[in-house]
């Protein structure tokens, strides 16, 4: 079996052999996703005014918002009242998009419209985030709009693409990482943050510990399952009090329940990592099928612990990618300029009459 480096370098030669002119890991703009994420969580901390009685606090739970399932899912069905609570922090899919699309084309001197920008991802709803509205990048003068990301393949349609080719990827040569916007270090590891899913729970719980009451967790935090294995709880407790309350909640049974118990003032929680597929982003409708006699389970847990085998963790705000892309375009976590580029906007699906009318 290959390591993560390797199927990222023979991944490389494929995609070059395509035409491809560079292939990167995600892993850079999902640090970015993360460092505004937890600035964010920071700020609405502080703006409330008490650390012990979040039900009555607007700004709280926070919500992740990188799953295009629960956003889709939250502005057709639930609308107003819960977009509040969603961050407007970009996934890390749009976050790379609009890195490479804005900063890295005016670093190396090309125009928007001579890049042509194909993501990887574990589902099909992520073709339906690249083409919303929100992340158009510009329109050119002929009315075409330039998008941040212009195209999006499956995992699985990346082995079928493979497969169509006749490669045999196991004898693929293994080609030099490009370290433009790769977590690739000098001894040639990939490095992240922990989790299958982004990791956003666990990232900012860490960054709030830190920042608001000095905690500092050394290894993997201690959550506890609350309902089932897809809802997971882990809290920060300071003099018999709760400060921080933070939940990974995945699957549509889990989501329902939760936001029911927001709509009825009854949510308790800081922090909602929401993933709208049962075990998050590894079980996506897009990855790779489980092989004859390999249920979807074991893949999951195989996928896991390769995850965190070949990941040397570290922390969003240390990486040297994210610090230079501040350094030299966005200044500082939440800036007028990160908000700009690495923010959105949801809106509420308003319904048609003939809709309105049918449920009637
Ligand atoms: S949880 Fe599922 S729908 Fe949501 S981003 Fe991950 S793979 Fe896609």
Request: net charge neutral.
């Amino acid at each position: 079996m290959f390591n993560y480096f390797q199927v990222l370098s023979k991944l490389t030669t494929f995609f070059k052999s395509l035409g491809v002119k560079a292939v990167f890991d995600t892993s850079s703009s999902r640090d970015l996703t993360l460092i505004e994420s937890c600035n964010e969580f920071i700020t609405r901390y502080k703006q409330s005014n008490s650390t012990n009685d979040v039900k009555s606090k607007s700004a709280f739970p926070m919500i992740s918002s990188a799953c295009p399932g629960w956003i889709c899912y939250a502005e057709k069905t639930l609308g107003s009242y819960i977009l509040p609570y969603i961050s407007p922090v970009k996934s890390p899919q749009q976050i790379i998009g609009a890195v490479i699309k804005n900063h890295i084309c005016q670093k190396l001197c090309l125009r928007a419209e001579e890049i042509y920008h194909v993501t990887v991802m574990p589902c099909y709803d992520k073709k339906l985030e690249a083409v919303r509205d929100d992340f158009v990048f510009q329109v050119d003068s002929e009315g075409e709009k330039i998008t941040e990301v212009d195209s999006v393949l499956t995992t699985g349609e990346v082995l079928d693409l493979i497969q169509s080719k006749s490669v045999d990827f196991t004898t693929l040569d293994e080609s030099p990482v490009d370290k433009l916007l790769s977590n690739v270090d000098e001894e040639g590891r990939i490095y992240g943050v922990r989790g299958g899913s982004g990791g956003y729970a666990d990232t900012v719980f860490r960054h709030a510990a830190r920042m608001l009451f000095g905690k500092e967790f050394g290894g993997p935090l201690q959550f506890k399952t609350v309902r089932n294995s897809d809802f997971q709880e882990v809290t920060l407790e300071v003099e018999g009090k709760t400060v921080l309350k933070f939940a990974q909640c995945y699957g549509f049974r889990n989501l329902i329940n939760i936001v029911t118990k927001i709509k009825t003032g009854k949510c308790n929680y800081h922090f909602l990592e929401i993933m709208a597929c049962p075990s998050g982003c590894l079980n996506g409708g897009g990855q790779i099928k489980p092989k004859p006699g390999q249920s979807a389970k074991d893949l999951i847990q195989l996928l896991e612990n390769t995850y965190s085998e070949n990941v040397l963790v570290a922390d969003p705000f240390e990486n040297p990618l994210t610090k230079s892309l501040y350094n030299e375009w966005l200044e500082q976590p939440g800036s007028e300029k990160a908000k700009r580029h690495l923010h959105t906007e949801y809106h509420p699906v308003v319904k048609s009459i003939s809709s309105q009318l049918q449920n009637w």
